[in-house]
């Protein structure tokens, strides 16, 4: 059966070549053997002519290429002792082409950074951009204006929190991509790929090995079309995207990537967090406001977190979790008056909308992206002495009413409204426990996306909290169906808040999926809880500073009510901060936004960007514009999508989706476009660790966990404040306010208990307890000690008078990472003395023959499955030894075939 894997971007290194009335954009892959030409004209003044022959060449033929270019050109300007092609810019991809008043300009990635993986596919942050103009000095018309536009553009700062990659797309999430490979590959459209690649001879002629020698069942690479709501150049490439091969399109995303990484007893499992910013509706705090006629709502953010053993890079081996959440502003017609210089302005609806037909526009767009149910949760004011955030909430729900009346009851929208601020203020109540009742609820409803089958000990031991998971749940994998809308009114604090505690508990289902936990909870307190909450900090300060102009002001901590005395004074500053750039910088960033994504066009003979009293004309086009007729009042959804609900539409392999596939066959697995294993590891050129590893993680679990010995180094282990990493590190002070943060902890009420939220809950008491979980929740069921025995404090004497005494050759850090590894030792399975005398008389085979402790077949934990031993492995190990002992074995057809590509890529 052929295999499906994701297209690898041939175009990673480029470097633009300049004549006088050419540029030459030469693009390649990583490894410098595959090569693309682009041939941009600098003769016209204000249009784009761009020129790409579709042709793949060698490095032979591209320096070919070069040479006649340069001398062509030397010819022609009569210089022979002068270069007639010059070496203008390295990039790592093109951002777009962009025009103003002049010529356009190219923007190229001069600098970039990897700052996560998934299962092998590099994910980079843009650090530095380049923009070249086109046109020469012959041909330029000069504007007086065209400065103050580029400036303007190039507020729009690329270089913070943009990101891309070559072979992951960026703008679906993890579920829409792994369900993509899994699509058969019949009936999809086939394009094909002509290398045209002359060979002059054949170095292997003689050898009698045939040039095609793949599998007959082929392989096949897939590559779909972006999801443009995400894509933040998807304007400035639109000029070139039908004339260009798509290996030169690299689509970028704005937001937030991180990723963080727990070692649990060895196995490190990587936590990663991607926000997309929509690009549609898209600005600063009180300048955008509700949605525009089209359904896009401003601040909206699509938050993922993805979960995956990091031992097993494959997508089809692995196992990878992720959910899904997304925050935006309340879908209405509606806005903010700054024109008063009030810390809060009025809040006004803007237009009468009985029929809620920008809502029904923006809930048609969720059930067809993620399917159902869609759940609100507005935590948005209810009760207040004078209406402000109230009017928001009473017209949401009015909406919300209306819409579902049509709906089918079982895909009617779930409405939740609770009042954040009012139960922060309230002393008898918790606000984190009240969340993560809301959060356990919701979790259950939509379910989470896992790549594989449950394990057999999740049916030997079946639990109440697993088995009322919903979602879409096959043999193979689990699809979360629906998503969780939260919303406040700038949808950054209260919001943020509440996004950690849902994904706070989707992340104890997702590590419980991957079998790293034995029960579907975590508790604060833990190395594991604490790297979320810094990952996701970082987070909503990110979004929060795009957003709003300033970093969080309300904080995990501070719902909490552990937050430090000094935190107060941060939050006034960053208060003042928030106020300061809403009042005055904001214009000026909204216009920046809205020249880079196309919403405004300059032109000559009109108005200028800065000349516009306000932008709502551009983001309304139903003001300026007769667009289509409005849907049905009461069927406002896609027939379409509400067919395969609970499903989301856009996974669904319709003759719609297939449309917007590519697939290229190939007929060797280790084909370059379709080897990520080839592409991450390199194995074929010599590199080195710095190239190979540079991946710097945003924290890791060791940042957390005790710096002495004596302490279980389980990240799922509650540990007291002065326990943990950073406090060790830090001063008598800070050791004072853990102790006043635990008295704060102690006198706070008991949390409430789990109950059953209703879809429209109006009542909430405060009186709930939350279920106690346990102490220490261990990812395997290993035993700390055996028979009531007791770990003295110096548990490193044994080893000392076995070994050596490290004491005088080890500094203090070495000794004390020593002590760690051999408490781990003491504490491991104590192995039965009749198994080492069984296992003792094997030991002069080559291959010793070993037992698994479990016959459950679909358990990867608590059991280890032995490979099937075949016979070419055996003659593959053998061989080894031989080699080893000096025997060299003669090379077998195949090898000899591996070698020759390599010679042909590299040399030839």
Not at 68 to 93: C, E, I, T
Not at 486 to 491: G, H, L
Not at 807 to 821: A, C, P
């Amino acid at each position: 059966m052929p295999t499906v894997r994701p297209v690898i971007s041939c175009v990673q290194k480029l470097v633009l070549y300049e004549t006088r009335a050419r540029y030459f954009l030469v693009g390649s892959n990583h490894a410098e053997t595959k090569f693309r030409v682009l041939k941009i004209d600098r003769t016209e003044p204000k249009d784009l002519v761009v020129i790409d022959d579709r042709h793949v060449y060698n490095q032979q033929e591209v320096q070919e290429l070069l040479s006649r270019l340069d001398m062509g050109n030397r010819s022609k300007m009569g210089q022979k002792g002068l270069s007639g092609l010059s070496r203008a810019v390295s990039a790592f991809g093109i951002v777009g082409f962009v025009r103003f008043l002049e010529g356009y300009y190219i923007v190229l990635i001069t600098k970039r950074r990897k700052v996560a993986d998934i299962g092998g596919h590099s994910i980079y942050k843009i650090e530095d951009t380049n923009m070249v103009y086109i046109p020469n000095d012959s041909v330029k018309i000069a504007h007086p204006d065209e400065t103050k536009y580029m400036k303007i553009f190039q507020s729009v700062d690329l270089s913070s929190n943009f990101y891309f990659s070559y072979s992951y797309d960026l703008t679906h999430s993890l579920q829409f991509n792994l369900t993509l490979l899994k699509m058969p590959s019949e009936g999809l459209k086939s394009q094909t790929f002509g290398h045209g690649r002359q060979e002059s001879f054949d170095i292997f002629e003689d050898e009698g090995v045939t040039a095609q020698a793949g599998s007959a069942s082929g392989h096949y690479g897939i590559l779909n079309q972006p999801y443009l709501k995400y894509a933040w150049n998807g304007y400035i490439l639109e000029k070139v995207k039908a004339t260009v091969h798509q290996n030169w399109l690299l689509y970028i995303i704005h937001g937030f990537c991180g990723q963080s990484k727990m070692l649990i007893y060895g196995r490190p499992v990587y936590v990663t967090l991607i926000a997309r910013r929509s690009c549609r509706f898209a600005g600063t705090r009180f300048l955008k406001r509700g949605a525009n006629c089209q359904g896009d709502v401003a601040n909206e953010v699509e938050t993922e977190q993805i979960i995956h053993d990091a031992s097993v890079m494959s997508f089809s081996a692995g196992s990878y979790s992720s959910y899904v959440q997304v925050r935006g502003s309340v879908p209405l017609y509606w806005s903010q008056d700054i024109s008063t210089m009030m810390p809060k302005p009025p809040i006004t609806l803007d237009q009468a909308d009985p029929f809620a037909h920008v809502a029904a526009l923006h809930f048609d767009q969720m059930f067809q992206r993620f399917g159902s149910p869609v759940i609100i949760l507005n935590l948005v004011k209810k009760r207040e002495r004078r209406k402000h955030e109230r009017i928001l909430s009473e017209a949401l729900f009015s909406a919300i009413t209306y819409l579902n009346q049509f709906l089918p009851p079982e895909y009617i929208i779930q409405y939740i409204a609770w009042d954040m601020a009012k139960y922060t203020k309230s002393k008898l109540c918790n606000v984190l426990d009240r969340l993560s009742i809301i959060a356990e609820d919701v979790v259950k409803r939509t379910g989470f996306f896992v790549n594989h089958p449950d394990f057999y000990c999740n049916t030997l031991r079946p639990g109440e909290r697993w088995d009322e998971l919903c979602g879409y749940i096959q043999n193979t994998f689990r699809l979360q169906t629906g998503v969780l809308r939260t919303n406040c009114v700038d949808c950054l604090d209260r919001t943020n808040t509440a996004q950690f505690m849902v994904g706070k508990c989707a992340l104890a289902y997702q590590l419980y999926a991957i079998g790293v936990i034995d029960k579907p909870r975590l508790q604060f307190d833990t190395d594991a809880v604490r790297l979320f909450e810094e990952l996701y900090e970082d987070h909503g300060d990110t979004l929060s500073l795009q957003y709003g102009g300033s970093q969080l002001v309300h904080r995990v901590k501070t719902y909490r009510k552990i937050a430090p005395w000094t935190q107060h004074s941060k939050d006034i500053m960053q208060t003042l901060s928030r106020y300061y750039s809403n009042a005055f910088s904001d214009a000026d960033r909204q216009d920046a936004i809205n020249l880079f994504l196309g919403v405004f066009q300059p032109m000559e003979g009109k108005f200028h960007l800065w000349e516009l009293p306000t932008d709502y004309y551009l983001h309304h086009k139903n003001t300026v514009e007769l667009l289509c007729p409005k849907r049905s009042y009461t069927h406002w959804w896609t027939p379409e999508v509400l067919i395969h609900l609970p499903l989301p539409y856009d996974e669904v392999p319709c003759t719609e989706n297939l449309k917007k596939l590519t697939v290229m066959k190939k007929l060797d697995k280790s084909d370059e476009e379709i080897d990520v294993y080839t592409e991450f590891f390199r194995p074929y050129e010599l590199s080195c660790f710095d190239d190979a590893f540079c991946l710097t993680m945003t924290n890791s679990a060791k940042d957390f966990m005790p710096k002495h010995v004596g302490i279980d180094p389980s990240p799922f282990t509650i540990r007291k404040p002065e326990e943990t990493g950073k406090s060790m590190l830090s001063n008598k002070s800070n050791k004072e306010e853990a102790v006043l943060q635990r008295k704060t902890v102690a006198s706070a009420p008991p949390p409430p208990s789990e109950e059953v939220v209703s879809s429209s809950s109006e009542d909430d008491s405060g009186t709930d307890k939350e279920e106690e979980g346990p102490v220490s929740q261990r990812s395997t069921p290993v035993k700390i000690t055996e028979f009531g025995d007791k770990i003295p404090e110096d548990c490193s004497q044994s080893p000392r008078e076995v070994y050596m005494n490290p004491s005088g050759l080890l500094s203090e850090d070495d000794l004390l990472i020593y002590k760690r590894f051999v408490y781990l030792g003491q504490n491991q399975h104590k192995v039965d003395i009749c198994s080492q005398q069984s296992n003792a008389k094997q030991l002069n085979n080559m291959m010793t023959i070993m037992e698994a402790v479990s016959l459950f077949l679909q358990d990867s934990i608590y059991e280890m499955h032995l490979a099937d031993l075949d016979r070419k492995s055996k003659e593959i190990f053998d061989s080894h030894i031989q080699t080893g002992k000096g025997i060299i074995q003669p090379m077998c057809k195949d090898d000899i075939i591996v070698y020759r590509e390599y010679i042909r890529n590299r040399y030839m």
